[in-house]
């Protein structure tokens, strides 16, 4: 048995990382299943009931009923109304996820990311029982809350696991599961307005006690999945809200357990939900019962037995349109490991009149629609019939052969399958269908009246059919149905019958071969779900019986000694067959009806529900004062209404209405149904519970009709109209009929119509008397049985969900008798719990007991209501009980714990939140501090090693600076090598930029060689570069200049100024030269050219002129004419002033009288032009320069003299001496 851990109530909000840390302890020895993390508000759910709840409200939003607010979720939906899929808003409520829109029919869901149940586990933390908590290191608080609670939680419809006490959080809006709970348990109001809210929040199941109510929703609800049906398995009753699984379980435990037979009656009106229930119970058995391949098959035949007897016994009425119109009582045998391992089904009076007569809306046996909508053409060929239920009169009657929400073609379908799962061949499938459509035939057999009167089959056609189906002759059955055979004193007497007795004999028959047929098919089911006592053994193969029985007596035995004798016993008596097995049955029976016209078969169906209301309350109040016997507290005598006098009224011998009545029916002479109704008068005319026209007072009468008669039952008053009720009582069926039909050779036929009853000379039991007699059998059956009870209601008529009729549900509360059963429950105490149950949820509301209580949990209860001011009159103590007297005594016990569990809740946080917070904390400062004392331990060591570092260094560096002068030696070798470093680092930073820069630091003495070896290295690298960089032109312009240094530096003043001005290549173009003087010069090359002035010889006179220097001479040019040529080698020299001045003569030597002699010109440039000159002529030690003056040749011999002196400004003259005086300005430079 699956149970939940600790606190169904308590409330903790943690963090992820919180739930990380438990759930190594919360697994040990467990199996932690589900844990669910909510995102959005980052809490971890293990949802309510289980071992901690989230955020201090969860536990009261997952009751049944309660809104999670945050729980919602989108999800695809199929509508079933608009057939279209959408997106609908999902809330969870009630323990289950509801559509929130207004698109009612949906039926199918299709993945989404939180598939509803499914999903929905997964809300839930479950541990599996055993489990022994090591909360390792949870806090004490935490710990000793967290504590195993078997039995004391339990699991909601939506997977969480709920006390009933828990969802009383939620009663003000669900209401309360159970209707014990009620404060105002007498107000019918009361009760039906529990059973509204409910039903609003698709809370379709109630208890009153154990009793339990269903109100049928008339849609589909996700609560009978798997994942549900595993939930209920095994788990206490009260430990789970309300459902048929746990009535279903706990019957199924306790056959167990107890191996005690079983009963669950299910009772209701029409459409109230009953088969709906048997099949769900049915399916939970199939699912959660052991299994085995035999089991499986019987599993396959018990589920399949239900389409194949609702195809024959069901039908559309007003009220539902799958009504069940017969009695079932299904037993289901079990083994002795709880393997449902057969079946057996009784049936009660199928309501036959509907083979020949249907109310308007109503329609016939589904098999027959189904037969024709579904049966291949080759099937209908054989049966001899058309598609087409109009030309069945047995079809037309109602009005309705198609409805919309029966799909025959698919029931069919189901039907046909099923009658193969079960069991039936080919050729009994065509037997039976034969029968069905014969039924049809007999309701086309016409008949014409011929002149005496006497009928006459008009319908020969049908006749044929009818032999070939029945398999009988056809000329007989035309006779047996216009004739009435009698034998009266051994002899034959054959009487024709007129029309409307005709009629009658074919419906009869019709009624008689239909209902014979069903309760084949029902013993034919049974034959295929009989327990066949051997099974087959783990390696596969059956197990020989006899091992078999050696087995099961043996466990027979283990059992009568042990456990049940008085069991054992009875089932050993009552089923020789079923030693080995223990039954539990499934009573799906008729509820309840008043209808506006009462006949025959109300006043059985109504018979049956006086006896199992009697059955019932026998033994729910045999139940309770065994409990308080066994508990050890008084039995207070409990005031309700015996039904047992309607009983009587009904059943008992001669003074019975059953006796009259069958009396009636044999009484020879005139009997009619008014004569009957006299008889009744006659005899029960003092009963208090029997009616009539003529017995009722004058106000009375006026509401009942002279054929009627009225019976308060314990459910109310419903009056009988009498008429009908001998013939149905009779069900004749003519003679001759009878042995036609023995004769038949069809199997089925056959074997219903036995040939003993035509030679048995016993009159045949009338119909009440049958039913009677069955139901007195089902009635010890059941009382040979535990029971439940499941009580169903309609909400509505009109088969509508979520639409709540009250006067309806206050009628059935009223007939089903609710109100009684309620007030029979209540008689003594309300709530009853074991003391460890009841100890356990509210031990914390007193500080004796809390947080454990180490006595004996009797005594720990005893504290605790002390403490919680229980006055004597509203509990009492029991052996292993406690029963409160009023709900408001536990409603107030409840809503203290929930009050209790907001400061528990928030204890345990606190405390919670504090031990962690520390934890984490003392953590952090642990590490700080490691790491602090780590990196202090490293910056000191650091430190130190620097200083170490610094003082070796700061040592060496003085013994090295006061031996710095010696030779290297160690004391001084650091020394050195740092100033060597220092000084090639300062080098590095200040090398001269460029050639002319002389920069150079100054090197300390030991480096003063290697310094002179870099210097010069440094300078001749960047010479290198430089010179490398110099181009054919520069470098031609330097040599000359270099030239010119030679010959003029620091000797002519003007020097200086020519220094930064670049010589040019010539200081006149070719065009600025005469053509003729180029012409003239033919192939010389010219040089250079310059304007000069040259000075008269003999006057001095200032002429200008063009000096052209060739590679061979300089040459004195005027406009076109050469003046004079001077070939170089008759150049003797230059000479030149040391002044400013611009003036120079050329020195010719003069070899004849052509020769003009020296000659003295002046130039703008004349350091350049002379520097050319020299070079050209290789004169450049040739220039003289001379201070004062110069003398020069005039020519034959003759001489001149310059001279130069310093003035202001420049002047050129000739002086009164004859010589030329030149005043040269004096120059700042100089
Ligand atoms: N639990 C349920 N959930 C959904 N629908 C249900 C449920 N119970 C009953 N119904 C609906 O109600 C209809 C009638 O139910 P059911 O046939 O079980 O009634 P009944 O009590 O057996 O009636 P009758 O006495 O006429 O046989 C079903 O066909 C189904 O549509
Ligand atoms: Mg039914």
């Known amino acids: 048995m699956p149970i939940v851990l600790g606190l169904a109530s308590v409330k903790l909000a943690v963090c992820h990382r919180v739930l990380e840390c438990c759930l190594p302890a919360i697994r040990i020895g467990s199996t932690c299943e589900r844990i669910v993390v909510s995102p959005e508000r980052k809490e971890i759910s293990v949802a309510a009931g289980a071992l901690f709840c989230m955020d201090g409200v969860w536990e009261s939003q997952c009751p049944e009923g309660q809104d999670g607010g945050y729980l919602t979720q989108r999800k695809r939906r199929l509508c079933k109304g608009c057939g279209s899929w959408r997106e609908a808003e999902m809330k969870f409520r009630g323990g289950l996820w509801h559509d929130s829109e207004e698109c009612p029919t949906i039926h199918e869901t299709n993945g989404g990311s939180f598939p509803s149940i499914e999903r929905q586990q997964e809300l839930a933390l479950l541990l599996h029982p055993g489990c022994s908590l090591s909360l390792l290191w949870f806090p004490i608080t935490l710990a000793l809350a967290v504590v195993t609670a078997r039995g004391a939680s339990g699991l909601g419809a939506n997977g969480i696991r709920l006390t009933m006490e828990s969802a009383l959080t939620a009663r003000d809006r669900v209401g309360v599961q159970d209707f014990v709970l009620l404060e105002n348990f007498t107000s019918e109001a009361a009760f039906i307005e529990n059973l509204r809210k409910r039903f609003k929040e698709n809370l379709i199941y109630t208890y009153i006690g154990s009793v339990l109510v269903s109100v049928n929703p008339y849609k589909e609800l996700e609560i009978y ?80 037995s239900n389409p194949v007897l609702e195809a024959f016994g069901n039908a559309k009425t007003l009220r539902n349109d799958n009504s069940s119109r017969f009695g079932k009582y299904m037993d289901v045998q079990f083994d002795y490991r709880g393997a449902p391992v057969g079946g057996h089904i009784l ?52 009005h309705c052969a198609r409805v919309s929400s029966i799909n025959d073609k698919n029931e069919w379908k189901i039907m046909r399958r099923a009658l193969s799962v079960i069991g039936f061949n080919d050729s009994e499938v065509e037997d039976l269908l034969s029968i069905v459509a014969s039924v049809l035939h007999l309701g086309n057999v016409q008949f014409a009246a011929d002149e005496q009167g006497n009928a006459q089959v008009t319908t020969e056609n049908q006749i044929k059919y009818l032999a070939r189906l029945l398999a009988v002759d056809g000329s007989v059955l035309r006779d047996a149905l ?39 098919l029902v013993n034919k ?74 006949s025959f078969e109300q006043f059985c169906i109504n018979y049956c529900n006086e006896k199992l209301q009697q059955l019932f309350i026998e033994l729910t109040l045999k139940s309770e004062q065994e409990e308080y016997e066994s508990e050890g507290i008084a039995w207070e005598p409990v005031q309700y209404f015996n039904n047992k006098i309607i009983c009587d009224l009904v059943e008992e011998k001669f003074k019975g209405i059953i006796s009259i009545l069958d009396e009636e029916c044999l009484r020879p002479g005139d009997a009619t149904d008014t004569t009957f109704l006299e008889k009744l008068e006659e005899t029960v005319k003092n009963h208090p519970h029997f009616l009539t026209h003529k017995l009722a007072d004058q106000k009375t009468r006026k509401s009942l009709g002279r054929e009627e008669f009225r019976l308060s039952h314990y459910a109310g008053d419903v009056t009988y109209s009498v008429a009908g009720f001998l013939d149905k009582n009779n069900d004749l069926l003519f003679r001759n009929l009878k042995e036609t039909m023995c004769n038949s050779e069809n199997p089925i036929i056959n074997q219903c119509f036995d040939r003993t009853e035509l030679t048995d000379k016993k009159r045949p039991e009338t119909a009440a008397t049958q039913f009677k007699n069955s139901l007195s059998k089902l009635m010890e059956i059941l009382m040979s049985k535990e029971p439940s009870y499941i009580r ?38 309300a709530y009853r719990r074991k003391y460890e149950v009841f100890l ?88 700080a501090i490691t790491i602090q004392s780590w990196w202090r331990g490293t910056l000191g060591r650091r430190k130190a090693a620097k200083r170490k570092w610094a003082v070796e260094t700061i040592r060496r560096f003085i013994k090295g600076f006061i031996y710095r002068n010696h030779p290297r030696c160690p ?14 680092m300062n080098l590095k930073r200040n090398l001269p930029k460029n050639v002319l820069d002389k920069s150079w630091p100054t090197p300390p003495p030991s480096l003063c060689e290697a310094s002179q070896l870099l210097r010069r290295l440094c300078m001749q690298n960047m010479v290198w570069t430089y010179c490398k960089r110099i181009s054919p032109e520069w470098k031609q312009q330097l040599e000359q200049k270099v030239i010119a240094s030679e010959i003029f530096k620091g000797k002519k003043d003007n020097y200086p100024q020519s220094v930064p001005r670049l010589f040019i290549n010539t200081r006149l ?162």
């Not at 004597?872 to 052996?879: D, F, L, N, Q």
């Open 225 to 304: 999945t798997k994942q549900n049906m595993e939930r209920y398995r095994g788990v206490s009753f009260y430990e789970v809200s309300p459902h048929l699984y746990a009535i279903a379980d706990n019957s199924y435990r306790s056959l167990r357990t107890e191996r005690k037979d079983q009963c669950i009656l299910i009772s209701g009106e029409s459409g109230a939900g009953k088969t709906e229930a048997t099949k769900k119970i049915l399916q939970y058995y199939a699912v959660t019962c052991p299994a085995s391949q035999q089991v499986e098959t019987v599993k396959d035949r018990l589920l399949q």
């Open 347 to 398: 049936n009660y009076l199928l309501e036959k009149s509907r083979v020949v007569h249907q109310n308007h809306g109503e329609r016939n046996f589904h098999i027959f629609y189904q037969l024709l909508e579904g049966g291949e053409e080759d099937l209908l060929r054989r049966l001899g019939l058309e598609k087409n239920p109009q030309q069945y009169h047995y079809l037309v009657k109602g």
């Open 482 to 520: 216009i004739h009435k055979k009698i034998i009266a004193k051994g002899e034959e007497l054959v009487s024709p019958l007129n029309l409307e007795q005709a009629a009658y004999a074919r419906d009869a028959l019709a009624k008689a071969v239909y209902g014979r047929t069903f309760s084949w």
């Open 525 to 598: 089911v049974n034959k295929s779900l009989a327990y066949k006592a051997s099974e087959p053994s783990p390696n596969g193969k059956a197990i020989p019986k006899s091992y078999s029985c050696k087995v099961s007596s043996m466990l027979l035995v283990i059992s009568k000694l042990i456990c049940f004798p008085k069991c054992a016993v009875n089932a050993e008596e009552k089923f020789p067959g079923w030693r080995s097995t223990t039954v539990l049955g499934l009573l799906d029976i008729y509820g309840f009806e008043v209808f506006q016209h009462n």
């Open 792 to 829: 169903c209601m309609k909400p509505n008529d009109a088969k509508q969900a979520d639409r709540f009729d009250e006067v309806l549900i206050r009628h059935q509360v009223k007939y089903l008798g609710l109100m009684e059963n309620l007030r029979v429950r209540r008689a003594g105490f």
């Open 840 to 927: 356990q949820r509210y031990k914390s509301l007193c500080p004796e007991t809390w947080p454990t209580w180490d006595g004996r949990p009797y005594d720990g209860v005893a504290v605790l209501v002390k403490h919680l001011g229980y006055k004597p009159e509203e509990y009492k103590m029991g052996r292993t009980k406690i029963f409160i007297r009023f709900p408001k005594t536990l409603f107030a016990t409840e809503d203290a714990l929930e009050v209790r569990k907001q400061s528990l809740a928030t204890k345990m946080q606190a405390t919670w939140r504090g031990f962690y917070r520390r934890k984490k904390f003392l953590t952090m400062k642990h590490s």
């Open 971 to 984: 004391e001084n070798e650091y020394f050195l090598d740092y100033i060597r470093v220092s000084f090639l």
């Open 1069 to 1230: 173009g070719r065009e600025e030269i005469n053509t003729k003087v180029l012409q003239a010069l033919e192939n010389e090359a010219l040089k250079y050219a310059v304007p000069v002035v040259k000075y008269d010889r003999k006057g001095y006179k200032a002429r200008a002129r063009q000096l052209l220097l060739t590679q061979n001479s300089a040459i004195v040019v005027e406009e076109s004419k050469i003046k004079q040529r001077i070939d170089y080698s008759n150049l003797t020299g230059i000479s030149v002033s040391s002044l400013s001045d611009n003036l120079f003569v050329l020195h010719v030597h003069c070899v004849d009288n052509k020769q003009k002699g020296d000659v003295v010109l002046q130039s703008d440039h004349v350091i350049e032009t002379l520097t050319k000159a020299a070079i050209l002529a290789n004169k450049i030690n040739n220039v003289n320069i001379n201070q004062g003056s110069i003398k020069f040749t005039v020519g034959q011999g003759k001489e001149g003299i310059i001279d130069f002196i310093s003035g202001s400004e420049l002047l050129i003259a000739k002086a009164k001496n004859g010589h030329l005086t030149v005043v040269a300005p004096r120059l700042n430079s100089r």
